[in-house]
């Protein structure tokens, strides 16, 4: 049982991990480095502590009541779950046009094809995951694979690029320069909308709940951050090292010119294979989430989730051949969520104070005195953006 437990954490981790890097999380962190050099380590940093806060008392309070998010908001004030769910969905449909076209670059990369046949057949993998009986076993293996494959190779790139490490390392934590477009965006993009709920949710579905999980929970939800902050901050470091040498970063594919810079010709089958990597893992995460947050509306949805899943990546890969164009749409997403972020965190946070809802639980003090500070900074940071 106690391997089960750590497989099924595991998994959890890299499925949350693997759900935040994808394409818009690679653009994001390449276009923001290049802003603010050295100094976005800094932002890295808060970027994760804000994550950690999350992550901590998202899974508490989803796995020990037993309950996914939308039903606990529906607990705490009727309608509030179909709210909730809406803009999930919503944010996770336009996060997954964007992961769709991500794969499609990275196989043009890799093997020359199209954008959209690459699209066609990265949708075509992510189905035939959700086609397998043991489906969640599948997801796991699936972001396990991929996410080693991931830090491997921004691992290369970084030491090949030779980064100035001596100050970015100072930076981090005495920065000369602060973003706060830039903190909404890396937060809502790492865990804005679905990507906060894709670990918690499927801890769920393995059966892992109650509170003598809790100490095994608090370890996966920091495994996935961390996991998350190693591939931004190797990603960050490999940028780092190539815009210092006066290299020029292609704004229409900032991704591809830092792994062709580092690594010449051989660097575009290195982008190829990183980014589809990175889309293809999101793809299957952003669906799972999203579809995880309507399966309790109705017996029927949850007795054919698997199909309705299979859907939602076919409506996001239809709607990219027919429209195209994801990188403006990814950071306006990535911001959107930003927003997502502290409603869905306030609903949890109110509804782990009733009893009815948690029963004899009680919620860290601590924790719940970081969730609503996080509320706060994102809201005002929003605002400020906006």
């Not at 964007?98 to 992510?126: D, R």
């Not at 999101?282 to 669906?287: F, K, L, T």
């Amino acid at each position: 049982m106690a391997h089960k437990h750590k497989n099924a954490l595991l998994g959890a981790a890299f499925l949350m991990a693997t759900s935040a890097v994808g394409p818009g999380f690679l653009t994001q962190t390449i276009v923001f480095t290049e802003k603010l050099a050295t100094n976005f380590g800094f932002i890295i940093l808060i970027s994760i502590l804000i994550d950690l806060a999350v992550q901590f008392n998202i899974w508490q309070i989803v796995t020990v009541s037993g309950k996914r998010a939308q039903d606990l908001a529906n607990e705490l004030l009727p309608g509030l779950g179909y709210l909730l769910a809406f803009l999930i969905v919503t944010g996770g449909l336009a996060f997954n046009i964007g992961n769709v076209a991500g794969a499609g670059l990275g196989i043009e990369a890799m093997t020359g094809i199209s954008v959209e046949t690459g699209a066609m057949l990265s949708a075509g993998i992510a189905i035939a995951i959700f086609l397998f009986k043991e489906a969640g076993k599948a997801i796991d293996v699936f972001a396990k694979i991929l996410g080693f494959v991931m830090i491997g190779l921004i691992l290369y790139v970084a030491f090949t690029s030779h980064p100035p490490l001596g100050s970015a390392i100072r930076h981090t934590f005495l920065p000369e320069q602060f973003d706060p477009v830039a903190t909404l965006t890396l937060v809502g993009g790492t865990v804005g909308g679905y990507i906060s709920f894709a670990g918690a949710h499927r801890l769920l579905d393995f059966g892992v709940r109650g509170q003598c999980a809790l100490k095994e929970v608090n370890r996966g939800a920091s495994t996935g951050i961390l996991i998350t902050a190693l591939i931004r901050y190797l990603l960050f470091l490999a940028t780092l090292g190539i815009i210092l040498t006066g290299a020029s970063i292609n704004p229409g594919n900032p991704a591809a010119s830092v792994f062709e810079n580092a690594a010449g010709a051989f660097g575009k089958q290195l982008f190829g294979l990183m980014i589809w990597a990175a889309a293809i893992t999101s793809v299957v995460g952003a669906a799972y989430t999203s579809i995880s947050f309507v399966r309790s509306f109705h017996p029927v949805i949850d007795r054919y989730h698997a199909y309705i899943t299979i859907a939602f990546i076919l409506i996001s890969t239809i709607i990219f051949l027919l429209i195209g164009r994801p990188v403006k749409v990814l950071v306006f997403v990535g911001t959107l969520n930003g927003f997502v972020l502290p409603i869905a965190l306030a609903i949890l946070l109110l509804a782990c104070r009733k009893q009815r809802i948690m029963g004899s639980y009680r919620h860290s003090a601590w924790l719940q005195m970081a969730g609503w500070l996080v509320v706060l900074i994102l809201l005002a940071m929003g605002f400020n953006v906006f």
